[in-house]
């Protein structure tokens, strides 16, 4: 198993996020526990873009319980529908916030927290956990985040 990440720091995000996907492929590839795993990616994560806040929010007993993450303490738990997590678990459906303050019950965990994107994992057609990454600065997530981000949701769809 690879035990270090390989991104050159001059590349662009897009250009990060393609020399990235193979290697967290390979990670989690050697690796059959789900919670390692998810620990290596939000480890990943935090390092190829220094994201302020990445982990995850596991489906269980109808709520999200916080799961492995990189970033400062964090909710634990978070209702359906509620906050940005909860949205995108209700909606199955990626969110992006640009300013996290014009969005309705979004959940602040910190108040350093400006902008956040949330993907939602299946297992099968029902949402088994999210990804979410926060930015401390406004409008930090695009299409190359989504891009880049589902991709590595998609590698962690096939170990569900
Ligand atoms: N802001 C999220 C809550 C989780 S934290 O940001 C880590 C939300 O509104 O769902």
Redesign the pocket.
């Known amino acids: 198993m690879a035990e270090d990440l390989y991104i050159d720091p001059s590349a662009d995000k897009p250009a990060k996020y393609r020399s990235l996907i193979p290697q967290v492929e390979a990670l989690v590839r050697g690796e059959s526990d789900l919670i390692a795993n998810l620990s290596n990616v939000a480890a990943a994560l935090r390092q190829t873009f220094g994201f302020f806040?990445v982990?995850f929010y596991l489906v269980k007993d109808r709520q999200l319980v916080l799961g492995p993450f990189q970033g400062p303490v964090?909710?634990t738990r978070?209702d359906f529908g509620k906050?940005?997590?909860?949205a995108a678990w209700e909606r199955k459906e990626v969110i992006i916030v640009p300013d996290?303050d014009k969005f309705p019950g979004?959940?602040?965990?910190?108040s350093l927290?400006k902008s956040?994107i949330?993907l939602p994992i299946m297992k099968g057609n029902e949402v088994a956990m999210v990804l979410?990454v926060?930015s401390d600065r406004l409008g930090d997530f695009d299409t190359a985040d989504e891009e880049g981000l589902r991709n590595i949701v998609r590698i962690i769809e096939q170990i569900l």
């Open positions: 806040w982990g964090a909710c978070i906050g940005v997590c909860g996290v979004h959940i602040a965990c910190s927290s956040e949330v979410d926060d």
